[in-house]
C-alpha cells in the first residue's frame, strides 16, 4: 500500500514504543522505532521516504523541538506528535508549527494506524510530484543545453537525462567540436553530485610525472619543487565527476595506472603509502574508435571495457543539418549579448550556405562563424565565414546535391528505390552520384 515508505517512530516509553511499532506493522507497514529524538533525527534528511511519529514530552530534545527540527531539514515532511496531557494549547502550536496531526494518550491501535495511513498517502503523492517536476525541470535544462530536433539530438537527451542520476562510468564519443564536455557536464549538474566539483583533465600529450600529480596529487616533498601536498584531480573530484579528456592519447604506461585505480576504488598521493578512496564517477570522452584502438593495440581493451559501461554517441553537424538554423539563432544572440551588438537577421542565401557547409569543425566552428557574424566579420557571405575561401558554383552545387540525398537515404532508412522516388530520380542515376560522393546505404540503415 506504501510500499518505500517508511514510519519513525518516537517514544521514550519502550511498553509504549514496542506497542505502537507492533501496531504500525500489523497495519502493513514498515517502522523504525527509537527511544530518544537525537537518533531519529539522523534518519531525517530532505525528501526522505516517510513520515514521522513523536511522543512530545522525552528527556533531552523534545517532540517539540524535534517537529522544529525536522521541518528545518523538509517542510513538507508529515510530523504527527503524541501528547498524554490533553494540552489543546500545544496541539495548537504544533499545527501552526507545521504539524500534520497530533494523537492523544491513550490512543487505540486502529486511530495510530488511521492517522499514519493518511500521512503516508499525503507523503506519497507529496514525493511523486516533487519527482515529476524534478524530471521537468532536468529535461528542460538538458534540452537548452543540448539544443537540437533533430532525431539524433532528441535520442541523445534522453540517455542523457536517463544517465544522469545514476553512477555508471560514462564514455562520450564524438568528433572535435561536437560538444563532449558539455555533454559530460550535463551528465553532471543533473545528478544527485551536482553540488560537489566537476574536475576535468585533458589527457593529451601529459607526461607521466605531471600526470600522476595532476591525477593522484603528491605529498610535500615527494619529488624536486614539490614544496607543499597538491591535491589531485581524483581527490578534488570527491563526491562529484572526474572527466578525462582525449582519453586515446593517454599513453600506455598511465592507462595501467588510471585502470588500477579504477578497478580498486582507491589512489595514493606521490610521496604517500595511505590509500585514498576515490568516490567520483568518471566521464571519458574520445574522438576515435577506442573499440578498434584497443583491437590494435593501441589502447587497453581491459581500460576500455571499464570505461564504456555507457557509451554515448555525439553525432557530427553534418549529419543533423536541420539544427543548423536554431544553432546558429542560439550563438547568433548569445554573440549580440556578449558583444553588445544588434542581433543581424540570416537571409534565405546565408541560411542555404551554412545547410551546405560540412562543417569539419562542428558546432564550436558553428559558433565561431555566428561570433564573426554578429561582429561584421562575414564579408564575402557566410559560406565564406565558414570555409574560409569562396568555393566554386561546382563546389556548392556538390554540397547541396550530397545534402538532400543525406537527407533522402536517411528519411528512407538506406532504401534507395523509395529515395530515388522522393528525389525523383531514376534509380541507376541516384547509384552513379552515390557512387561519386562516396554514400553507402549502410551507413542509413537503422539499426
Same mark, same amino acid.
Given at each position: %500500500?506504501?510500499?518505500?515508505?517508511?514510519?519513525?517512530?518516537?517514544?521514550?516509553?519502550?511498553?509504549?514504543?514496542?506497542?505502537?511499532?507492533?501496531?504500525?506493522?500489523?497495519?502493513?507497514?514498515?517502522?523504525?522505532?527509537?527511544?530518544?529524538?537525537?537518533?531519529?533525527?539522523?534518519?531525517?534528511?530532505?525528501?526522505?521516504?516517510?513520515?514521522?511519529?513523536?511522543?512530545?514530552?522525552?528527556?533531552?530534545?523534545?517532540?517539540?523541538?524535534?517537529?522544529?527540527?525536522?521541518?528545518?531539514?523538509?517542510?513538507?515532511?508529515?510530523?504527527?506528535?503524541?501528547?498524554?496531557?490533553?494540552?489543546?494549547?500545544?496541539?495548537?502550536?504544533?499545527?501552526?508549527?507545521?504539524?500534520?496531526?497530533?494523537?492523544?494518550?491513550?490512543?487505540?491501535?486502529?486511530?495510530?494506524?488511521?492517522?499514519?495511513?493518511?500521512?503516508?498517502?499525503?507523503?506519497?503523492?507529496?514525493?511523486?510530484?516533487?519527482?515529476?517536476?524534478?524530471?521537468?525541470?532536468?529535461? %528542460?535544462?538538458?534540452?537548452?543545453?543540448?539544443?537540437?530536433?533533430?532525431?539524433?539530438?532528441?535520442?541523445? *537527451?534522453?540517455?542523457?537525462?536517463?544517465?544522469?542520476?545514476?553512477?555508471?562510468?560514462?564514455?562520450?564519443?564524438?568528433?572535435?567540436?561536437?560538444?563532449?564536455?558539455?555533454?559530460?557536464?550535463?551528465?553532471?549538474?543533473?545528478?544527485?553530485?551536482? #553540488?560537489?566539483?566537476?574536475?576535468?583533465?585533458?589527457?593529451?600529450?601529459?607526461?607521466?610525472?605531471?600526470?600522476?600529480?595532476?591525477?593522484?596529487?603528491?605529498?610535500?616533498?615527494?619529488?624536486?619543487?614539490?614544496?607543499?601536498?597538491?591535491?589531485?584531480?581524483?581527490?578534488?573530484?570527491?563526491?562529484?565527476?572526474?572527466?578525462?579528456?582525449?582519453?586515446?592519447?593517454?599513453? %600506455?604506461?598511465?592507462?595501467?595506472?588510471?585502470?588500477?585505480?579504477?578497478?580498486?576504488?582507491?589512489?595514493? *598521493?606521490?610521496?604517500?603509502?595511505?590509500?585514498?578512496?576515490?568516490?567520483? *564517477?568518471?566521464?571519458?570522452?574520445?574522438?576515435?574508435?577506442?573499440?578498434?584502438?584497443?583491437?590494435?593495440?593501441?589502447?587497453? &581493451?581491459?581500460?576500455?571495457?571499464?570505461?564504456?559501461?555507457?557509451?554515448?554517441?555525439?553525432?557530427?553537424?553534418?549529419?543533423?543539418?536541420?539544427?543548423?538554423?536554431?544553432?546558429?539563432?542560439?550563438?547568433?544572440?548569445?554573440?549580440?549579448?556578449?558583444?553588445?551588438?544588434?542581433?543581424?537577421?540570416?537571409?534565405?542565401?546565408?541560411?542555404?550556405?551554412? %545547410?551546405?557547409?560540412?562543417?569539419?569543425?562542428?558546432?564550436?566552428?558553428?559558433?565561431?562563424?555566428?561570433?564573426?557574424?554578429?561582429?561584421?566579420?562575414?564579408?564575402?557571405?557566410?559560406?565564406?565565414?565558414?570555409?574560409?575561401?569562396?568555393?566554386?558554383?561546382?563546389?556548392?552545387?556538390?554540397?547541396?546535391?550530397?545534402?538532400?540525398?543525406?537527407?533522402?537515404?536517411?528519411?528512407?532508412?538506406?532504401?534507395?528505390?523509395?529515395?530515388?522516388?522522393?528525389?525523383?530520380? &531514376?534509380?541507376?542515376?541516384?547509384?552513379?552520384?552515390?557512387?561519386?560522393?562516396?554514400?553507402?546505404? #549502410?551507413?542509413?540503415?537503422?539499426?
Amino acid at each position: %500500500m506504501h510500499e518505500g515508505l517508511t514510519v519513525l517512530f518516537v517514544e521514550d516509553d519502550p511498553a509504549v514504543r514496542l506497542g505502537g511499532k507492533q501496531a504500525l506493522q500489523l497495519a502493513g507497514l514498515e517502522v523504525k522505532a527509537f527511544e530518544s529524538a537525537e537518533q531519529a533525527i539522523k534518519q531525517i534528511v530532505p525528501g526522505f521516504p516517510g513520515v514521522l511519529v513523536t511522543d512530545v514530552k522525552m528527556s533531552g530534545m523534545d517532540g517539540m523541538e524535534l517537529l522544529r527540527r525536522a521541518l528545518e531539514i523538509d517542510p513538507c515532511l508529515p510530523v504527527i506528535l503524541v501528547t498524554g496531557h490533553g494540552d489543546i494549547s500545544m496541539a495548537v502550536q504544533a499545527m501552526r508549527l507545521g504539524a500534520y496531526d497530533f494523537i492523544e494518550k491513550p490512543f487505540s491501535s486502529e486511530h495510530l494506524s488511521e492517522v499514519v495511513q493518511r500521512a503516508l498517502e499525503k507523503r506519497g503523492l507529496t514525493l511523486e510530484v516533487q519527482s515529476l517536476r524534478r524530471q521537468l525541470d532536468n529535461r %528542460m535544462a538538458i534540452e537548452s543545453a543540448l539544443l537540437g530536433r533533430s532525431p539524433a539530438m532528441v535520442a541523445l *537527451r534522453k540517455v542523457v537525462q536517463d544517465l544522469a542520476d545514476t553512477d555508471a562510468d560514462v564514455l562520450v564519443v564524438g568528433e572535435t567540436g561536437t560538444g563532449k564536455e558539455l555533454v559530460a557536464r550535463c551528465l553532471h549538474d543533473h545528478s544527485r553530485r551536482h #553540488d560537489r566539483h566537476f574536475s576535468a583533465l585533458n589527457c593529451g600529450g601529459m607526461p607521466e610525472t605531471l600526470f600522476e600529480s595532476e591525477v593522484f596529487g603528491h605529498e610535500a616533498g615527494a619529488f624536486t619543487g614539490a614544496a607543499k601536498r597538491r591535491i589531485g584531480k581524483i581527490e578534488y573530484a570527491r563526491g562529484g565527476t572526474l572527466f578525462l579528456d582525449e582519453i586515446e592519447t593517454m599513453p %600506455m604506461v598511465l592507462q595501467i595506472k588510471l585502470l588500477r585505480t579504477l578497478q580498486e576504488r582507491v589512489f595514493e *598521493r606521490l610521496g604517500s603509502n595511505e590509500p585514498q578512496p576515490m568516490d567520483c *564517477r568518471v566521464v571519458a570522452a574520445t574522438k576515435t574508435d577506442l573499440l578498434a584502438e584497443s583491437e590494435r593495440g593501441a589502447f587497453r &581493451p581491459d581500460l576500455y571495457y571499464r570505461l564504456s559501461v555507457a557509451v554515448l554517441e555525439i553525432p557530427p553537424l553534418r549529419e543533423r543539418r536541420e539544427d543548423i538554423p536554431l544553432l546558429f539563432e542560439h550563438f547568433i544572440l548569445q554573440a549580440a549579448l556578449r558583444y553588445g551588438r544588434e542581433a543581424p537577421v540570416l537571409s534565405g542565401s546565408q541560411l542555404q550556405s551554412l %545547410m551546405a557547409h560540412h562543417w569539419p569543425g562542428n558546432v564550436r566552428e558553428l559558433r565561431n562563424v555566428a561570433d564573426r557574424f554578429v561582429l561584421g566579420l562575414a564579408k564575402d557571405g557566410l559560406a565564406g565565414a565558414a570555409a574560409s575561401v569562396k568555393r566554386s558554383l561546382e563546389e556548392q552545387m556538390t554540397s547541396f546535391e550530397r545534402l538532400l540525398i543525406e537527407d533522402a537515404l536517411k528519411n528512407c532508412s538506406g532504401r534507395t528505390a523509395a529515395a530515388s522516388e522522393m528525389l525523383g530520380l &531514376p534509380r541507376k542515376t541516384l547509384y552513379d552520384k552515390m557512387h561519386r560522393l562516396g554514400l553507402s546505404t #549502410d551507413d542509413f540503415k537503422q539499426a
